[in-house]
């Protein structure tokens, strides 16, 4: 029985890895779309924008940990909706003062450079993918601090969340 939650739990593994290497690739469609009609900087704006509004909705769901929770706010946040497995989120930090998180893994980054796109469209498309996060924490009721990925780093994102000020 044991193994067969296993092939089971891996075959879900495998679907939410496609998934996100399709919504990835949707990014990607529709910021150089707009980018062509509009311009770079409309397109990371219209991105940035609807990303943030969707980073909202799961924001919601966290505002039982603002503003000081912020075991509560990693073990929600950091490790969903895998266990982890996606992210490989790495608690740099987690007490009374923030939460700080390095993200060693990012399935759009890698779904990005499996697409071969540029070193700079990468960071691009990463700040776009970011709004998501802004969104979430700012409706959530904490403070976030980003950095994404810069060619030559390792990993993606640092993510450092603090009470938000009032």
Not at 20 to 42: M, P, S, T, V
Not at 130 to 137: I, K, P, Y
Request: charged share 35%; net charge negative; glycine share 8%.
């Amino acid at each position: 029985m044991k193994e067969e939650f296993t092939v089971a739990e891996n075959n879900l593994q495998s679907a939410l890895h496609d998934a996100n290497n399709e919504r990835a690739l949707i990014y990607l469609d529709i910021f150089r779309e707009i980018r062509e009609r509009h311009g770079e900087k409309e397109a990371i704006d219209i991105i940035r924008a609807a990303l943030e509004t969707r980073g909202r909705a799961f924001g919601k769901t966290l505002k039982k940990y603002a503003p000081r929770d912020f075991r509560g706010l990693c073990d929600a946040f950091a490790y969903v909706p895998d266990g982890g497995k996606m992210f490989e989120p790495q608690e740099v930090r987690c007490d009374a003062e923030g939460l700080e998180l390095k993200m060693r893994k990012c399935p759009l980054k890698e779904a990005w450079q499996s697409a071969g796109v540029t070193d700079r469209d990468l960071g691009l498309l990463l700040h776009c993918a970011s709004a998501m996060d802004v969104g979430t924490m700012d409706e959530a009721g904490f403070q976030l601090d980003i950095r994404t990925w810069e060619p030559g780093e390792e990993g993606c994102c640092s993510l450092r969340i603090t009470e938000q000020a009032d």
